[in-house]
């Protein structure tokens, strides 16, 4: 653990501090983290509250977002919607992580029939596109966040267990693994305890990335109604009212894909800065 | 290469049978009996589709039989009659769809690699330049921007505020008795901003790839003797560089089918386009089980197919793998 640290402090720290661009993405996801936190306190309005006096009102000092067609303030939704995005995007990472994490050890450690029959099993998935596997899975549930989530993770694995897979295979021949066994390590302790901690640079950067992915398909799935269901405000729903409506409220659009964009942005500049800090073979 | 060819084609059957096992599964995912869970969620079926549904997936057998007469089934092209009232078998509803699917996507992708080659070897030539900078920040933006988003903004420009491009469909009401020259153009108006919508989604992936493409052969030796022997940096870069640095985007060409074909529910859905994207979504929308098991097995089978042809592109394109010992 101590070595760790070391590591953090004098290599990773200096080399992201240096990367602004990652910096500043780094910031966003605090940002979006404390106001997902805190919609409660720093929405002007109530993201439910109908206000029929109010249907369809462009951008003004009262509703900076303008309101959706019922009349609800487009700011307080997209806010409230950082929620959403927020709980799909760590949920079904983790779920796709686990499962990749697992896989990708098992097959690196011990090869052979074992790792061919897991290998094509990723090969298989891979095959599907994976909207359309997400989809025709979800046609057969009811539509809820909490099987999205589960659904997206389980069709994002397959890149986290190549890496891992790769990862192990270089790893499982270092001399201290050898070291590991001579003392008598049962398998899922090397596994666990020695191969996994020095595996998971490279599941950092593709988690950190696939967070970003998993919030483009959640809000891609509930713009097409079959994600998180209205009155629950999520950034791919208020867009779909805003094609609805798209020749009278052009605010109704644009807010709610902004905020998808930057969220994104982020966590991909987050997870680019993080590789290139990790990676070896860049310069100093 | 005939080994080569043979090994990759018998590489096929496990794959081919890993999907089938995964599509099958998907049906039993609803919980308790798949036919009164089914039918509980879609009322509008009645009790003929209910027994069709049963025959077809023999779901009164055991699993494993269920299986086998399901592939079977699949085999002989026979993906079962679709729920919707007309009731018409699936591949036939598929075959009417695929075709604008597939060319719209061939299209996207002609125009992706079209403008991605170029945009990628501009950035690793001019290298740490303000053009790289832009160039990147617009990879960065482009990675982020949700399709369906760019779609809604695209029609509010073009559509609704310039009004100068059709916002749904693939052609006008009564453009059948148009003459040729102006039944084209219509389809193509039509055509604009699905295609900028499709081909915009990896254009940012690929081009960045061609970069480093790019940057990783120039640094290599055979560059460094192209350019002592005297030769202008426009052969050295479109000649010599430009071959090997394109080979690896064959493989990722490959990578970018499964990604194509899942995004076409998407911009067939925004804009209308009668083909298997928009089928899917309404087989999604209605429940129309049939269609959406066919719709995944035909998926996954095309991008097989992609693979497939990919991978014999890169040996074609790669003397070392086709003189190999492969």
New interface residues.
């Given amino acids: 653990m101590d070595f760790k640290h070391t590591y953090f402090y004098s290599i990773f720290w200096p080399r992201i501090r240096r990367n602004r661009l990652a910096l500043c993405g780094g910031g966003i996801v605090v940002a979006l983290f404390v106001i997902s936190l805190l919609a409660p306190v720093i929405a002007p309005f109530d993201p439910s509250a109908i206000n029929a006096y109010a249907v369809l009102s462009p951008p003004t000092w009262h509703h900076w977002f303008g309101t959706d067609e019922l009349g609800r303030d487009v700011l307080s939704r997209v806010l409230y919607g950082s929620r959403v995005s927020l709980k799909v995007g760590f949920v079904a990472v983790g779920i796709a992580v686990s499962i990749g994490t697992v896989v990708g050890l098992v097959s690196g450690y011990f090869s052979g029939l074992v790792d061919t029959a897991l290998m094509r099993a990723v090969d298989v998935m891979l095959c599907f596109p994976a909207f359309f596997l997400i989809l025709a899975i979800i046609t057969f549930l009811e539509p809820s966040i909490w099987y999205i989530m589960i659904v997206i993770g389980l069709t994002g694995w397959m890149g986290v267990a190549r890496l891992v897979r790769a990862e192990t295979l270089s790893i499982r021949e270092m001399d201290y693994i050898l070291a590991a066994r001579c003392i008598g390590c049962s398998n899922s302790r090397i596994l666990f305890r020695h191969i996994l901690p020095n595996a998971v640079s490279p599941v950092l950067v593709s988690a950190t990335l696939g967070i970003a992915g998993a919030i483009l398909t959640e809000s891609a799935l509930s713009f097409l109604g079959i994600g998180v269901q209205p009155p629950t405000p999520s950034w791919g729903n208020i867009l779909t009212s805003g094609k609805d409506y798209i020749e009278f409220a052009w605010w109704l659009s644009l807010f709610p894909g902004l905020a998808i964009l930057v969220t994104v942005l982020s966590y991909n500049l987050l997870g680019e800065g993080i590789r290139d800090a990790l990676d070896p073979r860049v310069k100093r | 290469m005939t080994t080569y060819l043979i090994k990759r084609i018998l590489m096929l059957i496990?794959?081919m049978i890993?999907?089938t096992?995964?599509t099958f599964s998907?049906?039993h995912?609803?919980p308790g009996e798949p036919v009164e869970?089914?039918m509980a969620?879609n009322p509008k079926v009645g009790k003929e589709a209910r027994e069709r549904l049963t025959k077809f997936y023999g779901l009164d057998k055991p699993l494993h039989e269920q299986y086998f007469s399901w592939v079977g089934h699949i085999a002989r092209f026979d993906l079962g009659r679709s729920f919707s009232s007309d009731g018409r078998p699936v591949v036939d509803k598929i075959k009417e769809r695929l075709p604008v699917t597939i060319s719209l996507n061939v299209i996207a992708l002609l125009l992706e690699f079209g403008l991605a080659i170029p945009i990628g070897i501009l950035a690793a030539t001019s290298r740490d330049t303000w053009l790289d900078k832009g160039i990147t920040v617009f990879v960065?933006?482009g990675?982020?921007?949700?399709?369906?988003?760019l779609a809604?903004?695209l029609?509010?420009f073009f559509?609704?505020k310039l009004g100068c491009l059709p916002i749904s469909g693939l052609h006008t009401l009564g453009s059948d008795s148009w003459g040729t020259g102006r039944y084209l153009c219509d389809l193509a108006k039509h055509l604009i901003m699905p295609i900028m919508v499709a081909s915009f989604g990896s254009l940012a992936g690929l081009s960045r790839y061609m970069r480093s493409a790019m940057l990783n052969v120039v640094s290599q030796d055979y560059i460094t003797t192209a350019r002592a022997k005297g030769l202008s940096e426009r052969v050295v870069i479109w000649k010599h560089a430009l071959r090997n640095a394109l080979l690896p985007l064959i493989t990722l060409l490959g990578f970018s089918i499964?990604?194509l074909?899942?995004?076409s529910?998407?911009f067939e859905?925004?804009f209308a386009i009668p083909g298997m994207g928009q089928l899917?979504?309404q087989?999604?929308?209605s429940?129309d089980?049939p269609v959406?098991?066919g719709?995944?097995v035909i998926?996954?089978f095309l991008?097989?197919i992609g693979?497939l042809v990919a991978d014999l592109c890169y040996v074609l394109a790669d003397p070392r793998i086709r003189h190999g010992e492969g």
Avoid: D, E, S
């Avoid at chain 2, 990675?143 to 988003?149: C, E, I, Q």
């Fill in positions: 496990p794959l890993g999907i096992l995964i998907v049906i995912l609803a869970m089914q969620m960065f933006v990675f982020a921007v949700p399709t369906f988003w809604l903004l029609m509010y559509g609704v499964p990604g074909i899942g995004g529910v998407i859905t925004i899917f979504y087989g999604v929308m429940r089980y959406v098991m719709i995944l998926g996954a991008t097989l693979n």
